[in-house]
C-alpha cells in the first residue's frame, strides 16, 4: 500500500441552508398572490384601498347585506332655494334717503339752470308825464310800461329786480303781461314796498318762499324783498334779493348806503350757507363804496367783472354806472349789458342792466346720490 500522504483529499461538499430555500420561496409566491389580487381587484370594478385593506376599513363588503351602498351609486342631490340680492324700490330709496335729508329729482336736476336776470330801474311815475315833474315831455309812467315790457321780452328776460316801480307801473305791467308773470311784493304790503319789486316769469318759475328785510332809507327803514324761486325745466331752487339805497337826494345819505350794504351782504351769507346760489340786483347809488364791501363782506362777484380777488376791482369804463347784478360762486355770469338805449327812447334815465346766468347741475352736489332702479339712474339731492 502506498503511503498515506499519497492519497488524495475528498473536500467536504457545502450544502445551503434549508431555511433560506424556504424564506425565498415563501416571498415569491406570496408576491404572485398579491399581485393577482389586485389585477383582480381593479378588473372587478373596486377601489384599491391599500394592501391590506380589508372590508371593515373600506365600509364595502362584496355581496354585503341589505342596506349596503354601492360605490358606484350616484349620490343624492336635494335642490335648494336659490338665493337672491334684494334691489330695493324707488319707493323705498325714497323713505330710507328722505332720513338723511335727500328728496329724488327729476332728470332736470343733471342739467344746467341757464337764464337771463336784469337789475332795472323803470324811473318813477312821478319823475315823467306832468308839468311839475323832472321830465315833463316824457311819457307817463303807465305808458312807459310798455316800453319796458318789450325790452323784457326782445331780451329774454326770466328774472328782474325792479327799482322805483310805482303802483300805477305795477299794476300797468299785471294788465300787459297778463298774468304770465309773478311779482313780489307788488302792492301786497302797502304802495311803498311795492317801489322795490321782484318779478320773474312764472313759465321758468315757481315762488318757494318770500320775505322781506328792513333797508334803511329817508325816514323810516323800508322792507326789500328776497324770493326763493325754483326754475321749473331743472329743479335747481335760487334766492334773488332786490335793493335800492338811499341817493343823496336829500342829502349826503352815504351813511345809510353803507348801513345798507353791510346788512345786505349779511343776507347774502345766510341764505347762501346751505349752498343755494344768491342773485342781488339793486341800484345801490354807489359804485365802489357798493361794489367792495358786498364782494368782501358778502362773497359775491359782480356780472360786470368787478371782483375782490386781490383786492377790491371796480370797472370804471366805458361808463360808471351804481345798477349792479351779484352772485355767489354759485353762479357764473357771462354777456353782460348796460344798455343805454333806454334813455334814448325814454323808457328810464337808467340803463337796463342784463346778463346771462348759468347755474351747474342740482346733481353736481357731491351730498346727492345715484342709485339704478329698473335699468334707469335715479338721483336724490338734499332738499331745497
Not at 336635494?78 to 328722505?98: F, M, N, S
Not at 366805458?318 to 357771462?334: I, K, L, M
Amino acid at each position: 500500500m502506498g503511503s498515506q500522504g499519497g492519497r488524495r483529499r475528498l473536500q467536504p461538499v457545502r450544502r445551503g441552508r434549508p431555511w433560506r430555500r424556504g424564506v425565498r420561496a415563501a416571498g415569491g409566491v406570496l408576491g404572485l398572490l398579491l399581485v393577482v389580487g389586485l389585477i383582480v381587484d381593479v378588473t372587478a370594478g373596486g377601489p384599491v384601498r391599500g394592501m391590506f385593506s380589508t372590508a371593515s376599513a373600506t365600509g364595502h363588503q362584496r355581496g354585503g347585506g341589505p342596506g349596503t351602498p354601492s360605490p358606484s351609486a350616484p349620490a343624492t342631490v336635494v335642490p335648494g332655494i336659490r338665493l337672491e340680492r334684494h334691489v330695493p324700490t324707488a319707493a323705498e330709496l325714497d323713505k330710507k334717503l328722505a332720513k338723511q335729508g335727500l328728496e329724488r329729482v327729476g332728470p332736470g336736476a343733471t342739467e344746467e339752470t341757464t337764464f337771463k336776470v336784469s337789475s332795472f330801474n323803470v324811473l318813477g311815475a312821478i319823475h315823467t308825464g306832468t308839468k311839475h315833474s323832472a321830465r315833463p315831455r316824457w311819457p307817463s309812467g303807465t305808458s312807459r310800461m310798455s316800453r319796458v315790457v318789450g325790452l323784457l321780452r326782445s331780451s329774454d328776460i326770466s328774472v328782474v329786480g325792479f327799482q322805483e316801480f310805482e303802483v300805477p307801473q305795477y299794476r300797468a305791467f299785471l294788465g300787459q303781461t297778463g298774468g304770465a308773470w309773478g311779482v313780489y311784493p307788488g302792492d301786497s304790503l302797502g304802495s311803498q314796498p311795492t317801489d322795490d319789486s321782484i318779478a320773474w316769469r312764472k313759465s321758468d318759475w315757481t315762488l318757494v318762499k318770500a320775505d322781506t328785510t328792513p333797508i334803511p332809507y329817508y325816514g323810516p327803514d323800508i322792507p326789500m324783498p328776497h324770493v326763493l324761486l325754483r326754475n321749473t325745466h331743472t329743479g335747481r331752487t335760487v334766492w334773488f334779493a332786490n335793493y335800492h339805497n338811499a341817493s343823496n337826494d336829500y342829502g349826503n345819505a352815504q351813511a345809510k348806503r353803507d348801513a345798507a350794504v353791510r346788512i345786505e351782504a349779511a343776507l347774502v351769507k345766510q341764505l347762501s350757507a346751505d349752498g343755494t346760489p344768491v342773485i342781488e340786483t339793486g341800484d345801490y347809488n354807489d359804485r365802489q363804496r357798493a361794489a367792495c364791501p358786498m364782494m368782501s363782506l358778502g362773497g359775491v362777484h359782480a356780472s360786470d367783472g368787478a371782483t375782490d380777488s386781490g383786492g377790491c376791482s371796480v370797472p370804471m369804463k366805458p361808463y360808471p354806472t351804481v345798477d349792479w347784478v351779484f352772485g355767489t360762486s354759485a353762479v357764473s355770469f357771462s354777456d353782460h349789458v348796460a344798455d343805454w338805449s333806454t334813455r334814448d327812447r325814454q323808457i328810464s334815465d337808467h340803463e337796463m342792466i342784463r346778463t346771462s346766468v348759468s347755474i351747474a347741475p342740482r346733481t353736481d352736489d357731491k351730498s346727492c346720490v345715484t342709485r339704478k332702479v329698473g335699468g334707469k339712474k335715479l338721483h336724490w339731492c338734499p332738499k331745497g
